[in-house]
């Protein structure tokens, strides 16, 4: 079990930023293959919304793609989100996920709220 611990989330005003990081909380023995981030806002489905491979490549939805970057720290276990330019429909639970050993492993969700 792997167990990832969020942090970043809060409340802001649309224009602003907000930096989300999910770190992976304990000693890992095989490379983790890819961290991302998904989010669901108020009354609707999980939606992806970035990922980074172990190599270094990432994706993005088209709905954050110029305004999100998504990173990975050299230490390999811990990645971060940083929003930009954040609208009101930005507002969710944004999630933290990992592909680990062949198996995915959810954070327990940080919020985001975007005010206009």
């Known amino acids: 079990q792997v167990q990832l611990i969020e942090s970043g989330g809060g409340s802001v005003q649309a224009g602003g930023s907000l930096n989300l990081s999910c770190e992976v909380a304990?000693?890992?023995?095989?490379?983790?293959?890819?961290m991302g981030w998904y989010r669901q806002p108020p009354g609707k489905e999980r939606e992806f919304i970035a990922n980074?491979?172990?190599?270094?490549?990432?994706n993005y939805a088209a709905s954050v793609k110029g305004r999100f970057t998504i990173s990975l720290l050299i230490n390999k276990r811990t990645t971060t989100l940083q929003m930009n330019s954040l609208k009101p429909e930005d507002t969710a639970v944004y999630y933290c996920n990992v592909l680990y050993n062949g198996d995915y492993y959810w954070g327990q969700g940080t919020l985001v709220t975007v005010s206009s």
């Open positions: 980074i491979i172990s190599a270094g490549s990432t």
């Open positions: 304990e000693r890992i023995f095989h490379p983790i293959s890819i």
